[in-house]
């Protein structure tokens, strides 16, 4: 129903944040992630929600930036999973460090969310792995790293990812897992003169 809401903070607490939108205090129940990078009370600040209702209830859940959204939106899919479990895990780990997990089959880091099992990690995983790609975990890091201007100079963000997405595949090619050959690819610094082949040599450098 709503796509987002905007306002000013008026009260937060480790699960809930108070939007006042032209005089109208709206609940969203939020994260503990989201919770900890909201601005100070009183600044403006813009919400991304997911609707959720039934018969006894009406809850707007809401996130920081579309990344996590979307990745709620997929935890809510698997059996077992509802509003209040995705929620458990995206305060334990960002979107990025959620796929990170998928991708590596890490049911350990993700049932580290309060409510979240071993056997209900494992089922995230088996039924969302082929749900995720590495394209938006790379675009997903550029455009929180570049803000605005990430976003607008979405060109250049593209060949930069391209040429990540080249020195990761050939990681993976050697022998290492997807979530290891990320997490090297995206440690490099200045890869914006490097090409693909530069950048597999640095990344090699630090998984050796």
Same mark, same amino acid.
Do not use: W
């Given at each position: 129903? +709503?796509?987002?809401?905007?306002? +000013?903070?008026?009260?937060?607490?480790?699960?809930?944040?108070?939007?006042?939108?032209?005089?109208?205090?709206?609940?969203?129940?939020?994260?503990?992630?989201?919770?900890?990078?909201?601005? =100070?009370?009183?600044?403006?600040?813009?919400?991304?929600?997911?609707?959720?209702?039934?018969?006894?209830?009406?809850?707007?859940?809401?996130?920081?930036?579309?990344?996590?959204?979307?990745? +709620?939106?997929?935890?809510?899919?698997?059996?077992?999973?509802?509003?209040? =479990? %995705?929620?458990?895990?995206?305060?334990?780990?960002? %979107?990025?460090?959620?796929?990170?997990?998928?991708?590596?089959?890490? %049911?350990? %880091?993700?049932?580290?969310?309060?409510?979240?099992?071993?056997?209900?990690?494992?089922?995230?995983?088996?039924?969302?792995?082929?749900?995720?790609?590495?394209?938006?975990?790379?675009?997903?890091?550029?455009?929180?790293?570049?803000?605005?201007?990430?976003?607008?100079?979405?060109?250049?963000?593209?060949?930069?990812?391209?040429?990540?997405?080249?020195?990761?595949?050939?990681?993976?090619?050697?022998?290492?897992?997807?979530?290891?050959?990320?997490?090297?690819?995206?440690?490099?610094?200045?890869?914006?003169?490097?090409?693909?082949?530069?950048?597999?040599?640095?990344?090699?450098?630090?998984? +050796?």
């Amino acid at each position: 129903m +709503f796509a987002y809401i905007n306002g +000013f903070l008026e009260d937060v607490t480790v699960d809930n944040a108070v939007i006042d939108v032209n005089g109208f205090g709206i609940n969203v129940r939020i994260s503990a992630d989201t919770a900890s990078k909201l601005p =100070g009370i009183g600044e403006q600040v813009r919400l991304y929600t997911y609707t959720y209702v039934k018969e006894d209830a009406f809850l707007l859940y809401g996130f920081l930036s579309r990344s996590d959204l979307e990745m +709620f939106k997929l935890c809510i899919t698997v059996s077992g999973i509802g509003p209040k =479990g %995705a929620l458990a895990i995206l305060s334990v780990m960002d %979107a990025d460090s959620l796929r990170f997990a998928i991708m590596s089959g890490d %049911a350990k %880091a993700i049932s580290k969310a309060p409510g979240v099992g071993t056997r209900t990690a494992q089922r995230l995983i088996l039924e969302l792995k082929d749900k995720i790609s590495i394209d938006d975990t790379l675009i997903s890091r550029e455009i929180a790293a570049g803000g605005a201007e990430g976003i607008l100079t979405a060109g250049s963000l593209h060949i930069d990812s391209e040429k990540k997405k080249e020195a990761v595949e050939a990681l993976v090619a050697l022998g290492y897992g997807q979530a290891e050959s990320l997490k090297a690819v995206n440690a490099i610094e200045d890869v914006e003169a490097m090409d693909s082949g530069a950048i597999l040599k640095a990344a090699l450098k630090k998984l +050796f």
